[in-house]
């Protein structure tokens, strides 16, 4: 049977069926309708009879859910990677979740002084709680850690000298290099050292009058071992006091807490950045602070109030609702509280006794097994650091990357991590809300 172009049904018939199965707004309709119609046509030209008006308008409305779905959506982290920077990093504890609901559904005193009536500071909000948790004089908040390091290079070092060591001139992650940042502030990049070793000397042969600062990048998402060299914090900080020179810290996570207490190894703190000399000591909000994303930029009081006053500190500020979030996160630090109440502390708490429970579950849902692993922190936090645990190993006749696609397509979907062609699902990152979710998904593919 060859069928024609004139089999198509029109527009105005597929949208009559359309009608018949929800209310969409005419235009986007319309749109949905001569897509489908223009995919029916290619398949006619291709030899193909023509699709009938049922399943025209059957894709049509499938491309009207795909609009309505919202293009941002939760997923469910199964990698055991708990700061994933492609899946968004920190989830956020109730606290914050609430500052933030209550913050967006009403007005709120942004910048407004209740008491006196008058014009207020966004800033002054998390001064005091960056303060009291970091032991710095002063503190600021911007968009990002990079936005936070682009800022201190531009206000403290544009074209002047900034000395970083070859072994921490490096890429984080998602294409940001500190070099490229180091020339986007305007300061000039002075490398020196080797990628594996660098002294102080290095450092003070370096300096000249041209030179406005040292800048420290921690190494949060690589190690250098075997034979390196690495002066320590106080080392730059006196070579940097004696010549007026500014010592920054990058310190990427910027942790409040010692990871060593969660069985982990040991990753700088703030306060021992501060301790030892830095001037500046910078951090992202969403890696293991585990609240939302922010560059928090901590430190002596002149340079912050200078960030503070400076025009960029308009262009990079930050939101009501990332300061709800934020406030309300350092306060679970203050309240020594942050075990319990930040997810990712929470998280890494979880002993794999605790897990492997669950992970049997899903093993034996899918007909699979538990096998130790090592769950991640990720997000450019202690490259070499993980926690043991267990995950569910699934095997399936079409192969491990199927299966993990096949979870991707449940709702919500479920990333897992396929690793010697099996398919990891690690509890770890899991909410305990979401095993059910995911019990399922793997009993509907995979159970018998
Ligand atoms: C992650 C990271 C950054 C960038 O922080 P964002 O908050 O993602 O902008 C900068 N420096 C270091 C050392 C980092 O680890």
């Given at each position: 049977m060859s069928s024609t172009f004139r089999d198509i049904p029109s527009?105005?018939?597929?949208?009559?069926?359309?009608?018949d199965n929800g209310s969409w707004p005419h235009a986007l309709a319309v749109e949905a309708a001569r897509t489908a119609i223009e995919h029916a046509r290619e398949a006619v030209r291709a030899g193909e009879a023509a699709p009938d008006v049922a399943a025209i308008s059957a894709e049509a409305g499938a491309i009207l859910q795909e609009l309505a779905r919202p293009s941002l959506r939760r997923v469910v982290n199964a990698t055991g990677v708990i700061l994933q920077t492609n899946l968004g990093r920190a989830p956020l504890s109730e606290r914050a979740m609430t500052a933030m609901g209550e913050a967006a559904r009403d007005y709120t005193n942004?910048?407004?002084?209740?008491?006196g009536g008058s014009r207020g500071s966004r800033h002054e909000h998390v001064r005091d709680l960056l303060r009291r948790t970091t032991g710095a004089d002063d503190g600021l908040a911007v968009n990002n850690n990079a936005a936070a390091l682009l800022m201190a290079l531009h206000v403290f070092a544009q074209g002047r000298e900034v000395i970083v060591s070859r072994g921490e001139a490096v890429e984080i992650g998602g294409r940001f290099r500190i070099p490229d940042v180091l020339r986007e502030?305007?300061?000039?990049?002075?490398?020196?050292?080797?990628?594996?070793r660098t002294y102080v000397e290095d450092y003070a042969n370096a300096i000249t009058e041209d030179t406005a600062a040292i800048l420290r990048v921690h190494r949060s998402n690589f190690q250098v071992t075997g034979f390196t060299a690495r002066p320590e914090l106080g080392e730059l900080a006196a070579l940097a006091r004696e010549h007026g020179i500014l010592l920054l810290d990058d310190l990427g996570s910027g942790c409040l807490v010692e990871t060593a207490d969660y069985g982990?190894?040991?990753?700088p703190t703030v306060r021992e950045s501060l301790d030892?000399?830095?001037?500046?000591?910078?951090f992202s909000g969403d890696k293991l602070l585990g609240g939302p994303q922010a560059g928090l930029i901590v430190g002596r009081g002149e340079l912050v109030e200078t960030l503070r006053r400076h025009p960029l500190a308009r262009a990079l500020r930050v939101d009501k609702l990332t300061i709800a979030a934020l406030n309300a996160t350092l306060m679970a630090y203050v309240s020594g509280t942050e075990r319990e109440e930040i997810p990712v502390w929470s998280m890494l708490a979880l002993e794999r006794e605790q897990?492997?429970?669950r992970a049997r579950v899903w093993a034996e849902a899918g007909g699979g097994r538990v096998v130790e692993s090592r769950s991640m922190i990720g997000g450019g936090s202690a490259p070499g650091a993980g926690r043991p645990t267990w995950c569910a190993a699934l095997g399936a006749e079409?192969?491990?990357?199927w299966l993990a696609g096949a979870l991707r397509e449940a709702d919500p979907a479920i990333i897992a991590r396929v690793e010697a062609g099996e398919t990891l699902l690690d509890p770890r990152t899991v909410a305990e809300r979401d095993d059910g979710h995911v019990s399922a998904t793997i009993t509907a593919l995979l159970g018998r």
């Open positions: 527009v105005e018939a597929v949208l009559s069926e359309l009608r942004l910048e407004f002084d209740v008491e502030s305007g300061a000039r990049l002075v490398e020196v050292g080797t990628t594996n982990i190894e040991h990753e030892g000399g830095a001037e500046l000591t910078l897990l492997e429970p079409r192969g491990a990357e």
